[in-house]
């Protein structure tokens, strides 16, 4: 049973479009991240959400943590080439001690 | 500090034959876990240690898979008699108590080849 369900798996679009990932799950999380991971090498935090309702912004990239605390969204405006990359949201449970889950990850392509 | 180094960063063997993996860990960090990937999937849980006593286990992580962190500075994942379904991308990672403010910092990863 996967507790994070991220959709799209894949994205492919072009370079100005704007797109929106979403991570979904049927458990509250104490807070949830988003990584971006390139070939080859480890996933680096964007950002960490913990408040429902939360938003943030980083640069071009808006990161919206649900009211209930099981479902967060990354929305990226004007893609562009350097924002392809696998992108996975992980989540923390509640429970003292317990590791990061991760979904499987989106897999977007931006073509200039 | 140069963040998480992971050695070696490929690793082909085969089948049957042990591996082991070395991770050190940022030296501030006190939280070492170890992840697999596969391609194009998100990473799964194997295990992890706070300093020198590991606190959580995967069910993914068999009796071929053992892991340990002396003295909680480094840390290695050994794999007996590999399979190919062992093949995959080993990612360690560290953090500053739990990670849920500033997350984890990962390293570059171990693709383990078992042919």
């Known amino acids: 049973t996967q507790l994070l369900e991220q959709s799209p798996q894949f994205l492919s679009i072009q370079e100005g479009e704007n797109l929106t990932v979403y991570c979904n799950s049927s458990?509250?999380?104490?807070?949830l991240q988003w990584y971006r991971q390139e070939p080859g090498e480890g996933p680096v935090l964007l950002v960490t959400?913990?408040?429902?309702?939360e938003v943030k912004k980083l640069k071009r990239l808006t990161f919206q943590f649900g009211d209930a605390r099981k479902d967060s969204s990354l929305h990226i405006t004007a893609a562009q080439p350097g924002d392809t990359g696998l992108y996975l949201c992980?989540?923390?449970?509640?429970?003292?001690?317990?590791?990061?889950?991760f979904g499987k990850g989106t897999t977007l392509s931006v073509s200039s | 500090d140069t963040g998480v180094s992971q050695n070696p960063r490929h690793k082909i063997t085969k089948r049957g034959q042990n591996v082991t993996f070395r991770c050190d860990p940022i030296s501030e960090h006190n939280r070492l876990y170890w992840y697999r990937q596969t391609l194009g999937q998100g990473p799964e849980f194997l295990t992890y240690?706070?300093?020198?006593?590991?606190?959580?286990k995967s069910r993914l992580l068999s009796d071929r898979f053992s892991a340990e962190r002396p003295k909680g500075s480094f840390s290695t994942l050994e794999i007996q008699r590999t399979e190919q379904g062992d093949s995959a991308m080993y990612l360690c990672?560290?953090?500053?108590?739990?990670?849920?403010?500033?997350?984890?910092?990962f390293g570059s990863g171990t693709r383990l080849t078992v042919v």
């Open positions: 458990s509250v999380f104490s807070s």
């Open positions: 240690f706070q300093n020198e006593a590991q606190l959580e």
């Open positions: 992980a989540g923390s449970k509640f429970q003292a001690g317990t590791a990061l889950i």
């Open positions: 990672a560290s953090s500053l108590d739990e990670g849920t403010v500033y997350g984890y910092t």
């Open positions: 959400v913990v408040t429902g309702g």
